[in-house]
């Protein structure tokens, strides 16, 4: 269970503003609601396409606001609407995630004509914000947010602060048998000895705090334990301290280096992110490196998400007390079989970067067709960009005959139907994550690299070769 406010974004078109906003001081008014409106959450000088896309990515439900003014208008609206619709394909069927609301005598879309719409007409407005408000309260309950009276449990997420109350019990038990698999991977690369026999970074007849700093908004603290007159060991911990609400946080970054969730006394939180470290480690030195290793992971997961490419979130935002769910890569489509072998293939596009070529083809198979983005490196023998390759589970493909039959490695988009509705089809989506290949994604490999490379001095990676 949680007591964080239930995140709602307005989805609208800027001839219903008046309407909308007024809406939204409503939602506001709920002490268990935090709502989106983009003319109050968006700074100057944001980025528009970015800010809208990470705060729908991590909302928990969209208000779809609708009249026939919006449905009729050519405008970032329907852009807004597509980008929320694609997210909620990746959501499990049956899951509340779009709920349309008319403010006006309007025909729904087709695409959203799937779900139950309600009618916010003027003069009926406090009946239907009632039917809204149990709609959200059922979508809370379905998250684990059953306490919605209590608002002095709610984090203050408008001003970033966020009070974590204190854990009634360990919240992840580790298992001696991580252990050992998290120390034989450290051991590969540090070739030091770990604590013999030891189930957590913790538990010791002594133990001290012997060196301590911050950055990349995590806190780190070196402790050391000691079991008997000449058996010490020296434990990492990591407490997270700040959050954003879209993109990586820094609890995820920490769970792909290794680290282990775990009960704590020696954060404030009582919860941190383990794992051992030997008695030269430089605190300091790996506060600072990771500040910026982590802002590069950062940044290359947006870009690569802009090429089509979701990368795993294994922490997301749980450690805050939201709720997160792991998101499917969207590299392993199970339609799109080889990515190769169809009744029809036709070549659309090719471009390159300075270490990538790229290919766009459409395939037709008896039950699927779509679209397959095809990529190759420059330099076969290049195993960082290789393993780049294999983080993203890319598929691959010996002969691939785009590339003179050499091999490739390759992402399927399953095409989706387009009727006359404005909203349906997926064409432009697919489209603008090929085209973002040759802008975006070797950026993306290079950042990721480099932040592997500042972690691998201190024993830590994520890249495999």
């Known amino acids: 269970m ?97 709920i349309p609301i008319r403010l006006d005598d309007c025909k ?12 916010y007409f003027e003069g009926q407005r406090e ?95 070196v402790s050391k334990l ?13 407490e997270p301290t700040s959050f954003s609400l879209g993109g990586m946080q820094s609890p995820d970054f920490l769970s792909y280096l290794g680290f282990q969730k775990e009960s704590c006394q020696f954060v404030s939180t009582r919860i941190c992110y383990t794992t051992w470290v030997d008695s030269s480690f430089d605190v300091s030195k790996f506060a600072v490196d990771f500040g910026e290793a982590f802002s590069n992971f950062d940044t290359s997961a947006s870009l690569f998400r802009d090429c089509g490419y979701f990368l795993d979130q294994p922490e997301g935002l749980a450690y805050f007390g939201y709720s997160s769910e792991r998101r499917i890569g969207r590299s392993k489509s199970p339609y799109g079989g080889d990515g190769h072998n169809a009744s029809s293939v036709k070549k659309m596009k090719q471009s390159e970067d300075e270490d990538f070529f790229y290919q766009l083809s459409w395939i037709e198979r008896a039950n699927s067709k779509g679209w397959v983005i095809h990529c190759r490196t420059k330099n076969p023998s290049d195993q960082e960009l290789l393993s780049i390759l294999k983080f993203l589970d890319f598929n691959a493909f010996s002969e691939c005959p785009l590339f003179d039959f050499e091999k490739c490695f390759w992402m399927f988009i399953e095409y989706q139907t387009k009727s006359n ?15 973002s290949h040759a802008k975006k994604f070797s950026t993306a490999a290079r950042k990721l690299i480099q932040a592997n490379n500042l972690m691998s001095e201190f024993g830590f990676h994520f890249l495999k070769s």
Not at 189 to 199: C, E, L, Y
Request: some cysteine; charged content about 30%; hydrophobic content about 35%.
């Open 226 to 238: 000691q079991w008997g007159k000449n058996d010490f060991g020296y434990s990492l911990h990591a």
């Open 2 to 98: 949680t007591s964080r406010p239930l995140r709602v974004f307005l989805c609208h078109s800027s001839v219903d503003k008046p309407a909308v906003r007024e809406l939204y001081q409503k939602l506001r008014a709920e002490p268990w609601i935090e709502p989106w409106l983009d003319e109050i959450k968006l700074l100057p000088g944001q980025e528009w396409d970015l800010e809208i896309e990470q705060a729908i990515e991590a909302t928990d439900i969209i208000i779809v606001c609708l009249s026939n003014s919006s449905i009729t208008k050519r405008g970032y609206v329907q852009k807004e609407i597509k980008i929320a619709l694609d997210y909620s394909d990746l959501r499990p069927e049956g899951e509340v995630f779009i």
């Open 421 to 435: 509705d404005v909203f349906e089809g997926n064409a432009e989506y697919a489209h603008r994550c090929y085209d």
């Open 127 to 221: 009946e239907a914000f009632k039917r809204l408000i149990s709609s959200l309260e059922k979508r809370g309950e379905s998250l684990g947010m059953v306490n919605f009276d209590k608002s002095e449990k709610m984090k203050d997420v408008t001003h970033g602060v966020v009070i974590l109350e204190e854990p009634t019990q360990n919240l992840v038990g580790i298992q001696t048998q991580q252990v050992i698999q998290q120390e034989n991977k450290l051991k590969e690369v540090k070739k030091f000895d770990f604590p013999k026999n030891k189930a957590d970074h913790h538990t010791a007849l002594a133990s001290e705090v012997v060196s301590s700093a911050s950055s990349g908004g995590v806190k780190f603290v």
């Open 108 to 119: 729904p879309p087709k695409r959203l004509s799937k779900w139950q719409y309600a009618d």
